[in-house]
């Protein structure tokens, strides 16, 4: 057991998946000789050869697709995306193929294939490197998109995400990639995919959130009962535990650093209000980003939900 | 081929193409200032040692000519004409940036300048240059589209697919690849099947040649005869600039992947001094006159980081603007 960032926690997992089992190979855009613009497969290139380890070519549809061919026949590729902002350029692999194979073959085929990339806020660069765009992804019926939220959970999840037998994106926030340390086990451990975990316990209200957003809402909710639930997986979404806890509490607020409109906050709040409209008390509130591209260094702290936005939101559910 | 400057062009305009390499060395140089201040936040990609391309090509274009590049593009667009004081300001964010300060080093854009911008996404602006290019056609107008990007483009799609396109409806399109020889730190011979960039126009049939990208006199030429015959015929033309990063990928690479002889050997080619000894040694001007621009150049930078400093935030509001109508 040791305390690691995040960075350190995912190079952990990788590594000693990539020793268990000699069918995973990492590639990307500057994965090997320089560890990734992240540094998170430092040192992976010497230690696995450049075979498993494998600089790719500014191409992310390529990556994508090759990782698709790779993991429809008896590979587990790891593919990594620079930043989130770069994967539009793979949409088309994603969505058309690595999405559908599984179901285009009948099950013939699938698609054991993780793509790692960093999302959100938080380096004060704008717009197609702090995209949080986990929405689109979650309305690819195929894809698995898991989120994780500090470095214990980043390990567990990425373990979990390379033993898939499904694709899956892999969003690791970048603003948390070396913010906080956590105690990470030495050995393999797994968190499953698809499961939500409450993070904090109370009665009077369910916060709901994930990645980066996770940390502020556990400052904005010191001085409430509060429930927190890290969904941890958005598609598929533990729709089960986010009912059980409305169910005791009857208030939601939902925490997303994406835009409003169509976020994944939407999907959620839906989800309570067909199958636990009888728990509610209040209505079902969003904190969220304004639906605009991500705005530069100083306009970025209006953009993203702020600790003060999260405690109105409460209050303002608890008013009922 | 007749070598001297004087050949090329006149005094004035020698003069001119150093001040402005100067100009760009002396903001590049600045904003690593700035940005270790913690002024200028994000990524920020340093366009030091490959002046030459931009002052060059730049003048060998028409006012009318749009210029699109990638994201090394601070130096495109004040050559182009750009307030460096704007820039600077865009750069920090401040509500004076020529951006309103809201899209910061990677996404600058003047269309009053023809400078269609600055892109983020490696190879995005290849297909919109060549529809500006097809627009312009379509309008019965005298320009073209100027499109610079780095060798690390040329494996995306959008490099092949705007190729096609450009030579299959004959567009005023030129391209121009500033091979700095890595994509951060991958080489080119280790990332394209095919490492000398202007021969893969083979398969588009759009005739390329490669350039001196150090020599700031050899890229003007080169883009000039192009830029002609583009105008005349209506159709692409491929140029490949062979230059150097002095910097990382961005300010936050520390570039350990290239080799200090290596630098050296580049740094020995640096474009100014270059142009500098030959203006001396033609007669054209004297060390002394070359200070002063030096001393010009460093006086408008500061000025531009003072500007950005007393500029003002961007109210929390303009972050709705620009969205839509």
């Known amino acids: 057991m040791a305390r690691i960032n995040m960075v350190q926690a995912l190079n952990m997992a990788l590594g000693s998946e990539m020793k268990r089992d000699d069918r995973v190979v990492i590639l990307g855009e500057d994965v090997g000789r320089d560890g990734g613009v992240f540094r998170v497969t430092e040192g992976f290139q010497e230690q696995f050869g450049s075979e498993r380890v494998i600089d790719t070519p500014i191409s992310e549809s390529a990556i994508v697709g090759m990782a698709i061919g790779m993991a429809a026949y008896g590979l587990l590729p790891v593919a990594e995306i620079q930043f989130l902002g770069f994967s539009y350029a793979a949409f088309d692999q994603l969505f058309v193929h690595a999405a559908r194979l599984r179901s285009r073959s009948r099950s013939r085929y699938n698609c054991p294939m993780v793509v790692r990339t960093p999302y959100g806020g938080g380096i004060k660069a704008p717009e197609l490197h702090e995209e949080s765009s986990e929405a689109f992804f979650c309305h690819m019926p195929g894809i698995k998109v898991v989120v994780p939220s500090g470095p214990y959970t980043a390990k567990g999840l990425l373990l979990a995400a390379i033993r898939d037998p499904d694709p899956v994106l892999f969003l690791e926030p970048t603003r948390l990639y070396r913010l906080i340390k956590e105690e990470v086990p030495d050995g393999e451990y797994t968190i499953p995919l698809g499961k939500a975990r409450v993070v904090r316990e109370g009665g009077d209200l369910t916060v709901i959130a994930w990645g980066s957003m996770l940390e502020r809402v556990m400052k904005a909710v010191e001085r409430y009962n509060a429930e927190v639930i890290d969904l941890l997986t958005l598609n598929p979404f533990d729709a089960v535990a986010v009912l059980a806890s409305v169910k005791k509490t009857g208030r939601v607020v939902i925490v997303h650093e994406a835009p409003r409109t169509c976020g994944f906050g939407a999907e959620i709040a839906a989800t309570v209000a067909e199958q636990g409209i009888m728990d509610l008390r209040a209505p079902i509130l969003r904190v969220t980003a304004p639906d605009v591209p991500v705005p530069l260094s100083k306009l970025f702290d209006y953009y993203i939900p702020s600790i003060e936005q999260i405690t109105a939101a409460i209050d303002e559910v608890l008013r009922y | ?325």
């Open chain 2, 1 to 325: 081929m007749e070598t001297r400057l004087r050949a090329t062009l006149p005094d004035h305009e020698l003069l001119r193409l150093y001040e402005q390499m100067v100009m760009s060395r002396e903001f590049e140089e600045s904003c690593a200032e700035q940005y270790t201040k913690g002024h200028i936040t994000g990524f920020l990609h340093l366009y030091s040692g490959q002046e030459a391309v931009a002052v060059g090509a730049t003048a060998g274009l028409h006012v009318d000519d749009y210029i699109l590049s990638a994201y090394r593009e601070h130096a495109q667009a004040i050559v182009r004409g750009a307030d460096p004081r704007r820039v600077m300001a865009e750069l920090f964010g401040k509500a004076t940036g020529i951006c309103k300060g809201k899209g910061g080093s990677m996404h600058l854009f003047d269309p009053n300048l023809n400078f269609m911008g600055g892109y983020a996404i490696v190879g995005g602006q290849l297909p919109i240059a060549v529809g500006l290019a097809f627009s312009a056609k379509y309008r019965r107008e005298d320009r073209l589209a100027a499109c610079f990007f780095g060798d690390g483009a040329v494996n995306q799609g959008t490099f092949h697919e705007s190729l096609n396109w450009a030579r299959l409806w004959e567009l005023p399109v030129l391209f121009i690849c500033e091979n700095n020889f890595y994509g951060i730190g991958t080489e080119v011979h280790r990332s394209s099947a095919l490492a000398s960039i202007h021969k893969r126009t083979c398969g588009y049939d759009i005739p390329s040649e490669k350039v001196d990208g150090m020599d700031v006199i050899a890229v003007y030429r080169a883009v000039k005869h192009a830029a002609e015959r583009v105008r005349e015929t209506s159709l692409p033309y491929f140029i490949e600039a062979t230059t150097y990063r002095f910097r990382g990928h961005s300010m936050a690479d520390p570039a350990k992947y290239r080799s200090a002889a290596e630098h050296e050997v580049w740094k020995a080619r640096d474009p100014i001094p270059a142009l500098a000894k030959r203006l001396i040694e033609e007669e054209i001007t004297d060390a002394g006159h070359l200070e002063g621009i030096l001393g010009n150049c460093r006086t408008v930078v500061q000025e531009a980081v003072k500007f950005a400093e007393e500029s003002p935030w961007p109210e929390d509001e303009e972050v709705y603007n620009d969205i839509y109508v």
